[in-house]
């Protein structure tokens, strides 16, 4: 169960650090649809990866948040998101491109109990929260 745990984890993270990273480039015209199923990628894509076979080891995990962030950079934000909480996409692309094996239970956070760490990431956890289902 510890692995179904850090995936869960990193799927729902908000793991932030660095500022003008790698999404620093992406969209910013994303519809709504397409940005909140980037958003819940990872749980389907590690689903389909994973599950089948058994539980991903954190070594395992880590490709397929390094993935993520690919896709979450690909696809971008909705061009309704405040200057902030795009801050905060490009944080939590870059810290997830930067993650490493033993990052997985260290940059963990929990978007229900506002475990924020600056305006930015409150302010991209709030557009998630009440934006994507």
Not at 35 to 44: D, G, H, P, R, T
């Amino acid at each position: 169960m510890r692995s179904v745990r850090s995936a869960l984890v990193v799927a729902c993270a908000v793991v932030l650090a660095g500022c003008a990273g790698p999404a620093a480039d992406a969209p910013q015209d994303a519809s709504i649809e397409d940005f909140c199923a980037a958003k819940s990628w990872m749980v389907v894509e590690g689903t389909d990866r994973f599950f089948a076979d058994g539980l991903p080891s954190d070594e395992e995990l880590v490709p397929l948040v390094h993935d993520w962030a690919a896709e979450l950079a690909r696809v971008g934000t909705p061009d309704n998101m405040s200057a902030d909480a795009r801050a905060g996409f490009e944080k939590l692309v870059a810290r997830l491109e930067d993650m490493e094996a033993g990052d997985v239970e260290d940059r963990s956070f929990n978007w229900q109990d506002g475990d924020w760490e600056n305006d930015a990431e409150t302010s991209f956890a709030r557009y998630v929260a009440n934006t994507c289902p």
